[in-house]
């Protein structure tokens, strides 16, 4: 195992333990011992902590997919929070604080993954982090379907049953309507990771 995944696997459990800790406040400070699924750990930011503790078990080839998604959507996701951070404040200062430290740590850890490949990521290599991506929207919606009985919930903000929250894109709902928002929405996404794909292949090429 390099180095780096190794950093990156430790990352992943700092992050765990850190998500478990944020989970436990939520409910039993915040939340008077009642589960809050909106903060169920399963957004965008999310993601790469789970990545992160996998890559050590998976087979290369997956390894370099999930290389890619955390030096593009998981960067994205860090980066684009900060536009917009009235998300990550809590009435409990510590997990204000935690919100900030993790963003920061996303775009760390998409900077490193990024330095650290050393060569310009392949077509497929993209493709696999974007399915991922649309995998993850999969997973999200049976959430928000699924657990909707029990509480708000809003994994990837693109549940059926709210209309779209994030900037600019729910000025785009209100003309397109909410489900062509969330489309255009993701389609955002995968392109804001792709143009964040070509700025480090251009810097890989530059260094060859």
């Known amino acids: ?18 998500e478990i ?4 406040c939520i409910t039993f400070i915040i939340n008077e011992h009642c589960y809050n699924w909106w903060y169920f750990p399963f957004q965008l930011c999310s993601i790469p902590m789970y990545m992160c503790l996998l890559l050590p078990f998976v087979p ?21 929070t900060f536009f917009d951070t009235s ?29 650290c490949r050393g060569k310009k990521n392949t077509a497929g290599e993209f493709s696999g982090s974007a399915v991922c991506y649309l995998a993850c929207c999969v997973i999200a919606t049976v959430l928000n379907i699924v657990f909707h009985p029990y509480g708000n919930i809003n994994m990837f903000y693109i549940s ?49």
Not at 60 to 77: D, K, N, P, V, W
């Open 60 to 80: 290369e080839t997956i390894q370099r997919i999930f290389l890619t998604f955390l030096m593009t959507f998981g960067l994205m996701a860090g980066i684009f």
């Open 1 to 18: 195992m390099t180095k780096y995944i190794r950093f990156l696997f430790f990352c992943g459990i700092l992050m765990l333990l850190s």
């Open 21 to 24: 800790w944020k989970q436990y």
């Open 160 to 208: 059926p049953y709210y209309t779209m929250g994030q900037k600019v894109f729910k000025d785009i709902a209100v003309f397109t309507g909410n489900t062509a928002g969330i489309f255009i929405y993701i389609g955002a996404n995968i392109a804001g990771a792709y143009l964040i794909c070509l700025i480090w292949n251009r810097a890989f090429r530059q260094d060859s």
């Open 87 to 115: 998300g990550l404040h809590y009435p409990y200062a510590p997990l204000t604080v935690h919100s900030y430290a993790w963003h920061v740590l996303l775009i760390v850890i998409g900077i490193i993954t990024g330095i």
